[in-house]
């Protein structure tokens, strides 16, 4: 919570590094107001307990109506905030913003879910590491919200061979015999791939994932088909990822995959309107 607060903080440090101009000039010092927090769309409620914790640290009083994970639609109320008139105008854009874009998440993550779960009840949703710096963590627990995997949470979780350490080692074998000899028991190791050769080749190696990069859904079949031709299928987790949205998701959980991991979701979410309004000045 103290990495959040601090977080939050910078975040408005930004927004007024030298004040609330407008607030400052018109609203007395000890002016205490009631506000409310309103939903004007639809969406999948995410993070709100976290952010809660943090107003209260900075005096605001928060009560929430919705937990996270929990649906919301337009006209609901979603947090009663109760404190300085000054501070909650201070934080009103930061918090609307942050509010916002997480609901965002959780709700295209369960969107998609959505689709994927007509066609396949098995496969997995995963997020990627595509996220704005500095909201990694808020960011991963709204895909949790909103029914997906959160995947890694960063470079420190899992081994993950990509393009580059296959090129810098020379070749797909050698960077998986290389990471098996000297990751630990606990890791497992995942490799992305662009070719059924390279699919093929990892698999033989000893990889525990593959990761099938920007193939059509037409390449990740005749992957699939080879593995299992060759008896090689249940021995690996296959991952498919790159270009994949709204619109061919379901062609892509049609097929026999474990996981579908899309940056969809959190570098381009649905947008969730919210909107505070003050609901009674309690003095000056």
Not at 106 to 125: D, P, Y
């Amino acid at each position: 919570m103290g990495l959040l607060r601090d977080a939050f903080m910078k975040w408005l440090l930004e927004d007024a590094p030298h004040g609330d101009l407008t607030s400052e000039l018109l609203i007395p010092r000890d002016c205490k107001v009631k506000a409310v927090v309103i939903a004007k769309s639809s969406g999948v409620v995410a993070c709100i307990e976290d952010l809660s914790e943090v107003l209260e640290l900075l005096g605001i009083r928060v009560e929430c109506r919705v937990r996270s994970g929990q649906d919301f639609k337009a006209g609901d109320v979603l947090m009663f905030l109760e404190g300085s008139a000054r501070s909650i105008l201070l934080v009103e854009r930061t918090l609307l913003n942050l509010l916002s874009y997480l609901f965002g998440v959780a709700t295209s993550t369960r969107t998609l879910l959505n689709k994927v779960r007509m066609v396949n009840g098995k496969v997995r949703l995963a997020a990627t590491r595509k996220v704005p710096p500095g909201l990694r963590y808020l960011v991963k627990r709204a895909v949790a919200y909103g029914g997906g995997d959160t995947h890694r949470f960063s470079l420190s979780d899992a081994v993950l061979v990509k393009d580059n350490h296959i090129a810098i080692l020379g070749g797909v074998a050698n960077a998986v015999k290389t990471a098996r000899e000297r990751a630990s028991f606990m890791h497992k190791v995942e490799v992305e791939v662009k070719s059924l050769e390279e699919a093929i080749e990892a698999v033989e190696a000893g990889a525990d994932i593959i990761m099938l990069d920007n193939m059509s859904v037409e390449e990740c079949s005749n992957v699939l088909n080879e593995l299992k031709r060759r008896g090689l299928r249940d021995k690996v987790i296959i991952e498919v990822s790159g270009g994949i949205g709204f619109d061919n998701i379901a062609d892509y959980a049609k097929l026999d995959v474990d996981v579908i991991s899309t940056s969809r979701i959190t570098m381009n979410p649905e947008r969730v309107d919210i909107s505070l309004e003050v609901l009674e000045v309690l003095g000056n």
